[in-house]
């Protein structure tokens, strides 16, 4: 089992920046992807961004692309995903998840371990 702790969500107005954090810990040495994934309100999860298990490959939505940045430190057990230029639209819940899968692949059913979700609120 993996447990997913997301941080560094919150409230800010549109055109600044927030930096989400997930902690993983319990049986880490599988050589997972990590994804961040988003629900808003009335619509479906979403994929945003994700890293492979040696950072060597990523995938951004087209939403997000030249916004968002995901970073990854194997030694610290940890995804970032740095969030500039926010919108409104961005706004969501947003899930870090770890599966046995690649950073194309965004099926959501492929994440096996999800955390509890970092609320991220931009005002216009």
């Known amino acids: 089992q993996v447990q997913l702790v997301e941080s560094g969500g919150g409230l800010v107005q549109a055109g600044g920046s927030l930096r989400l954090s997930c902690a993983a810990s319990?049986?880490?040495?599988?050589?997972?992807?990590m994804g961040w994934f988003r629900h808003a309100p009335g619509k479906e999860r979403e994929p945003v961004a994700a890293?492979?298990?040696?950072?060597?490959?990523?995938y951004y939505a087209d939403s997000v692309k030249g916004r968002f940045t995901i970073t990854k430190d194997n030694a610290k057990n940890r995804v970032y995903m740095q969030m500039n230029s926010l919108k409104p639209e961005d706004t969501a819940v947003y899930y870090c998840?770890?599966?046995?899968?690649?950073?194309?692949?965004?099926?959501?059913?492929?994440?096996?371990?999800w955390g509890q979700g970092t609320q991220v609120t931009v005002s216009s």
């Open positions: 890293i492979n298990w040696s950072g060597s490959t990523t």
């Open positions: 998840a770890a599966g046995i899968t690649t950073a194309q692949d965004r099926d959501r059913r492929l994440y096996d371990y």
């Open positions: 319990g049986r880490t040495s599988g050589k997972y992807t």
